[in-house]
């Protein structure tokens, strides 16, 4: 227990579009991003040593789940715990691409950290465009009157999805739909990553980012 020097969601898509190969490039991904050297050099270089993470994954309007709860990672060994927990944990569900509502269920994951924190950061990965439930405009509006920065990790995709092409590629590209609808909040940015294979560097890049 006690404060940290931030509370850090992290919410990956795990939607139909989302195969198992590319799924388990992204668990792996934000795992080995957890325990990289560069990473784990800057938690707990804060004035309290220390940053809590939880991470959850989410496809449609009611299919959000928590993989790994709220853990205060001050280095090595609490990091190492926490990627062992979430790569073994399994694939919950792969439905549509509700992202207004993941944004919106992040809100309770933030209400209920036990660590104290002045700052609080959601850090979402996707690859497509919102496709149900509430706006992502909305949700985000929300979240960023409650304090809290939204940066993203998109994944592009080399073809458009054959059944929904606007789903990949929307008007505009995909990186520019999610600076448009979903980032917001202080200092708030969003990072592109060319598919799933270079995750992993991209999340070591962000992370690296987003707590120092």
Known sequence: SGPVDLQLVLAAAVSRYVDEQE?????????SALVDPRVVRVMPAGR????AVAYF????????????DWTRIDGD??????????LAAPRPFAASTALG???AWSMGEFARCPFPADRRTLDVSGDGANTSGMMTDSARDLA?????TINALVILSPEPSPWNPNH????????EYFRRHVIGGSGAFAMTVQGFDTF?????NKLTREVS
């Not at 190492?80 to 979430?86: R, T």
């Open 101 to 103: 509502e993941a944004i």
């Open 200 to 204: 992993g560097y991209a999340m070591v």
């Open 77 to 86: 060994e609490a990091a190492s715990e926490f990627g062992a927990k979430l």
């Open 48 to 51: 309290r040593g220390a940053v």
């Open 23 to 31: 799924f388990a490039l992204q668990r792996q991904g934000y795992a």
């Open 57 to 68: 994954e989410w496809s449609g309007v009611v299919a959000q789940r928590t993989i790994v």
């Open 144 to 148: 960023v009157a409650a304090g809290i």
């Open 168 to 175: 990949t590629h929307p008007p505009g590209g995909l990186d």
